[in-house]
């Protein structure tokens, strides 16, 4: 009876002195470093730039009655919105402004539209040839937004109008 008494108290002694030894300590894990976020533009100065809109400046320019047309635009960024403050004036009565958007091309170069004004066909009126009007677009790409903030003058910013579908007034962007 004995034997059967010591045989398990052994065996415990046994197993009890073999994992005794130095003991292995699981590496623990050091915070692993999170991504800071991409900087978006914030409302400053810097973040300001405008357009002096010609018809001379389209590509061809205009010859017709609506080259009179002028106007300007201030573009301002604040994180992904756009903000179009626009002025235009010397149109004759029957001129409709019907959309516009910030493009991308050098002077004289035509290019493919990279933001939106959110302006539509039918949405303003011209009085006495003229009109101001502010436009946001608070969707827009902050990729292109920062593209345009880091070269203005590789962007134009356009109006067209219902004589001139692929624009009628025209500027590059410039530091405002």
């Known amino acids: 009876m004995r034997m059967r008494l010591f045989a398990p108290i052994a065996a415990a002694a046994i197993i009890v002195a073999a994992c005794s030894g130095t003991t292995a ?7 692993s470093p999170t991504a800071s976020p991409s ?3 914030s409302p400053t100065p810097t ?3 405008k357009a002096e809109l010609k ?7 205009i010859a017709d009655a609506e080259a009179s047309c002028t106007g300007t635009a201030t573009v301002t960024f604040t994180g992904t919105s756009t903000k179009f403050d626009v002025a ?15 493009h991308e091309g050098a002077t004289g170069v035509n290019g493919p539209v990279k933001i939106d004004s959110t302006l539509k066909a039918g949405d303003i009126t011209l009085t006495g040839g003229g009109v101001t009007f502010t436009r946001t677009n608070a969707n827009s790409d902050p990729a292109v937004i920062a593209a345009v903030m880091a070269n203005p003058a590789g962007y134009y910013v356009n109006f067209h109008s219902t004589v001139h579908g692929g624009g009628v007034i ?4 410039t530091k405002g």
């Open 88 to 102: 235009i004036s010397g149109c004759p009565a029957t001129t409709a402004i019907n959309i516009g958007h910030i």
């Open 47 to 49: 973040n300001v730039f």
């Open 170 to 173: 025209r500027g590059q962007l």
């Open 39 to 41: 900087p978006t533009p």
């Open 55 to 61: 018809s001379a400046n389209e590509n061809p320019p």
């Open 25 to 31: 300590t699981a590496p623990t894990a050091s915070p």
